[in-house]
């Protein structure tokens, strides 16, 4: 015998959604100043950011500032580890 939520109902008239993969992160080569590299990671220091998470952060805040930053980007993805969750 199976469990029911195991099977899909064919009586269901909900139209599903297939499930989307999460889009991977684009790689790009950038080439700083090694004084502005320096200076961007001190800043991201002080954030306890990655300079890679803190140059996203930094393109995501002009692009809003300027307009044009796409309706569908996410929010920043969360690095670290996961919360504890209380057992």
């Given at each position: 015998m199976t469990?029911?939520?195991?099977t899909p109902?064919?009586?269901?008239?909900?139209?599903?959604?297939?499930?989307?993969r999460?889009?991977?992160r684009?790689?790009?080569?950038?080439?700083?100043?090694?004084?502005v590299?320096?200076?961007?990671?001190?800043?991201?220091?002080d954030?306890?950011?990655?300079?890679?998470?803190?140059i996203?952060?930094?393109?995501?805040?002009?692009?809003?500032?300027?307009?044009?930053?796409?309706?569908?980007?996410?929010?920043?993805p969360?690095?670290g580890?996961?919360?504890?969750?209380?057992?």
């Open positions: 469990d029911s939520a195991d109902d064919s009586s269901d008239d909900t139209p599903r959604t297939p499930k989307r999460p889009q991977q684009k790689q790009v080569l950038l080439r700083l100043d090694p004084s590299y320096d200076a961007l990671a001190r800043w991201a220091g954030e306890l950011r990655s300079a890679n998470a803190q996203e952060f930094l393109l995501r805040r002009a692009l809003a500032e300027a307009g044009r930053l796409p309706k569908e980007t996410g929010p920043m969360r690095r580890r996961p919360p504890v969750s209380e057992p």
